[in-house]
Structure formats: C-alpha cells, structure tokens
T-cell receptor, first 116, second 114 residues
C-alpha cells in the first residue's frame, strides 16, 4: 500500500533555531502534499498545500516566512520552521494525495516539535 | 465554505458492544466525498471508511459501517463488536469533488473498556 514517511518523529530545538521536517512518499509520486498542525486533543488544522515545482498555498493566518515549504520533487516535501519559538511547539502531520480522482490521501506518522 | 460538526467530544463503549459516532456537514456542493479517520495514541492517521456522495449504498468495511443520509447531511459511523484496539480519536472529514483539501471535524474520543 501507499506509504508516507515523515522524519523526524520528534525533535527538540532551542528557541531561535530552525527545524526541518521531511515528508516522503515511498512508493508513489505525489504532486500535492499537505501540512497540518495539531494541538493536543484538537483536530488537524491545515497549514498549507504543497505543490511540486511551484509555490505552496498557505491557509489564512499561517505565516509564510515562518513556515517554509519546499516541494522540489514528486516524492519529497519539506517544512522548515524558522526562528522557532515555544509557541511553535506542536504536532505536525503531512499528507500526500496519491489518487486525485478517488481523493486518496496517505498520512505521515507526524512530528512532535518541542521548542525550549 | 464547508463545515463538519462532530457533537460528541467523548464516548465510551464496552468491548464487543456497538457504538455510533455522529457527524453532520454543511455544503452546497452536490459532488463530494466523506471520510472517517482513526487516530490512535500513536497519532498515525488511518482511513477507516469513505463514502462517495453519489452512491446511495452505505459503505461498509468489516466491523465499520456508515449511515449516510444525504438530505439530512448526516454521516454517522457504526462500530460493531468493539475491540480494545478501536480506542482512538475519530475524525469525520469532507472534501468536495473538485477540491483537494480535506475539512476535518473536531473529533470524537472513543474509549473501549473491558
């Protein structure tokens, strides 16, 4: 079946530093990937839609300069949290669209980011 | 804009019993898809079941089935013969036929007890 690998699964970083999270589709090509943020006991909040070879589309209220998204290949999208602060601590999940017609989505296992 | 509402923040069911999770949605679209996702303590999102709006027949996947009432914009999930491994957050999700972004409900935390 379709697999999406997300790394790292958890990361602790110091305030002011940047952190990169990778999302890879292992056995299919994904022209579109999605990045979500999830606070404890809450739903998934879409941050941005990542399209291969073009700029990401950010949801309203999401800072483009803080959450940099790059989708340089058909199997890899990255989310970089720049100048991280404690309020950026959260669970980040990626998703890849593998079958546009059937709306088939595969989710990564998520990344827990803690900024200290 | 589409909205998805899950009115039950938490539910509990005994092992082997049946439980139904509620979901309602609002849309003006005629072509759309509905999903139930499970998020266990591992936080991995797992597709439980999906329903195409144009299909009148309710989707089923083993112990999981839905009651899709298109006119009422209702999409409930029934879990039969509940198992301890069913303990998880369950999210109802919607997408219109032409879009690519999922809209999630707020989730229902299901606890299966002995």
């Amino acid at each position: 079946g379709a697999v999406v690998s997300q790394h790292p699964s958890w990361v602790i970083c110091k305030s002011g530093t940047s952190v990169k999270i990778e999302c890879r589709s292992l056995d299919f090509q994904a022209t579109t990937m999605f990045w979500y943020r999830q606070f404890p006991k809450q739903s998934l909040m879409l941050m941005a839609t990542s399209n291969e070879g073009s700029k990401a589309t950010y949801e309203q209220g999401v800072e483009k300069d803080k959450f940099l998204i790059n989708h340089a290949s058909l199997t890899l999208s990255t989310l970089t949290v720049t100048s991280a602060h404690p309020e950026d601590s959260s669970f980040y999940i990626c998703s890849a669209l593998r079958d546009r017609g059937a709306h088939g989505y595969t989710f990564g296992s998520g990344t827990r980011l803690t900024v200290v | 804009a589409q909205t998805v509402t899950q009115s039950q923040p938490e539910m509990s069911v005994q092992e082997a019993e049946t439980v139904t999770l509620s979901c309602t949605y609002d849309t003006s679209e005629s072509n759309y898809y509905l999903f139930w996702y499970k998020q266990p303590p591992s936080r991995q999102m797992i597709l439980v079941i999906r329903q195409e709006a144009y299909k009148q027949q309710n989707a089923t996947e083993n112990r999981f089935s839905v009651n899709f009432q298109k006119a009422a914009k209702s999409f409930s999930l029934k879990i039969s013969d509940s198992q301890l491994g069913d303990t998880a957050m369950y999210f109802c999700a919607f997408i219109s036929g032409t879009a690519s972004k999922l809209t999630f409900g707020t989730g229902t935390r299901l606890q299966v007890t002995l």
